[in-house]
């Protein structure tokens, strides 16, 4: 099951920003030393929301909301998002649609409005002990 998770935002994101689409495998386990985990005010929003102890990053990856057609964020072939950012009209908010796929189905398909301070937080498959969670926010 994929639950979608947004704090909530004032400003909208202007047609040249980008948005930061990061992938992070959460835990209970201590991660390993050479882990990249999160800053503490991410660990906090992500806490609160998962409930896990550890967040480490896996990936992450900056798309330019200005540039139509889809992106692609991929960790592995068989698990990955892919990202479209709408015709933007002045005036109007920047709105990105999104779909994730896993073993080749789209398990998971909704529409983002980047704001500042407001990242989506996307509930992932299990994985091990722990679970994936793709963050997306507004740069």
């Known amino acids: ?10 400003l909208a994101c202007h047609a040249d920003e980008k948005m ?4 992070y495998l959460a835990e209970n386990k201590t991660p390993p030393p050479e882990a990249q985990l999160v800053s503490e005010k991410m660990e906090y929003r992500l806490n609160s929301v998962f409930g896990f102890k550890h967040y480490e990053l896996i990936k992450a ?13 991929m960790p592995r072939k068989d698990f ?9 009209q002045p005036g109007q908010p920047r709105v990105v649609d999104y779909e994730i796929y896993k073993d080749g189905f789209i398990v998971a398909h909704g529409t983002y409005e980047p ?9 992932g498959p299990d994985f091990k002990q722990g679970r994936f969670i793709y963050v997306l926010e507004a740069r």
């Open 80 to 88: 990955f998002i892919r990202l479209k950012p709408l015709p933007w």
């Open 1 to 10: 099951m994929i639950l979608v998770f947004s704090w909530l935002g004032l």
């Open 61 to 73: 990856e900056d798309v330019e909301l200005g540039r139509e057609g889809e992106h692609d964020v």
């Open 20 to 23: 930061r689409v990061g992938l």
């Open 115 to 123: 704001h500042e301070e407001t990242p989506l937080f996307i509930n």
